[in-house]
T-cell receptor
Framework: AQTVTQSQPEMSVQEAETVTLSCTYD???????LFWYKQPPSRQMILVIR??????QNATENRFSVNFQKAAKSFSLKISDSQLGDTAMYFC????????????FGRGTSLIVHP | DVKVTQSSRYLVKRTGEKVFLECVQD?????MFWYRQDPGLGLRLIYF???????EKGDIPEGYSVSREKKERFSLILESASTNQTSMYLC????????????FGDGTRLSIL
């Protein structure tokens, strides 16, 4: 069974600064995808970024990028130039190629961006 | 864009009632999911459906059942609501490959009195 751990329940950052959210996972599978989702207060959860395990290049989506360390089973999310609208719960998720493809989520990190 | 629609944003029910939460997606996704979200506990999977009439129990299925008679609709049923089922319920859907992300509804905040 897979596990996903987000060790930072809460984080805060000043507007325009950079923040990194950590995520580690444990799996015996060799092929899988990792995802970061964002859930703003009282709003819908949406995909931020995803990374394929076989790709060495870290995924980037505008101000959001990941640091994927496959050997260390680490998948951190870096938010550059933080904006007030980045205030949200962030969830890390794993989806493996074996079995029924049921995703495994971390418990989430609450990020507050201060003006 | 994929749209996942949950029938109610807020719902208040009484202990012992049978409660139906409905979820509809418009993108012909094979997979549909029901999660419960509680502070500090993240998302916990209640049930997963990988096709019409097919379902798998998740981590916390006790006290819940599901129905998927049509591909676009996935219903969560609380057979006899109890106060410990007060929570936020999220529905999600995805294509049936492991590289596909999930698309979520707005959530239903359910209170059982």
């Amino acid at each position: 069974a897979q596990t996903v751990t987000q060790s930072q329940p809460e984080m805060s950052v000043q507007e325009a600064e950079t923040v990194t959210l950590s995520c580690t996972y444990d799996t015996s599978e060799s092929n899988y995808y990792l995802f970061w989702y964002k859930q703003p207060p009282s709003r819908q959860m949406i995909l931020v970024i995803r990374q394929e395990a076989y790709k060495q290049q870290n995924a980037t989506e505008n101000r959001f990028s990941v640091n994927f360390q496959k050997a260390a089973k680490s998948f951190s999310l870096k938010i550059s130039d933080s904006q007030l609208g980045d205030t949200a719960m962030y969830f890390c998720a794993f989806r493996g190629s074996g079995g029924s493809y049921i995703p495994t989520f971390g418990r989430g990190t609450s990020l507050i961006v201060h003006p | 864009d994929v749209k996942v629609t949950q029938s109610s944003r807020y719902l208040v029910k009484r202990t012992g009632e049978k409660v139906f939460l409905e979820c509809v997606q418009d993108m012909d996704h094979e997979n549909m999911f029901w999660y419960r979200q509680d502070p500090g506990l993240g998302l916990r999977l209640i049930y997963f459906s990988y096709d019409v009439k097919m379902k798998e129990k998740g981590d916390i299925p006790e006290g819940y059942s599901v129905s998927r008679e049509k591909k676009e609709r996935f219903s969560l049923i609380l057979e006899s609501a109890s106060t410990n089922q007060t929570s936020m319920y999220l529905c999600a859907s995805s294509l049936g490959q492991f590289n596909q992300p999930q698309h979520f509804g707005d959530g239903t905040r359910l209170s059982i009195l």
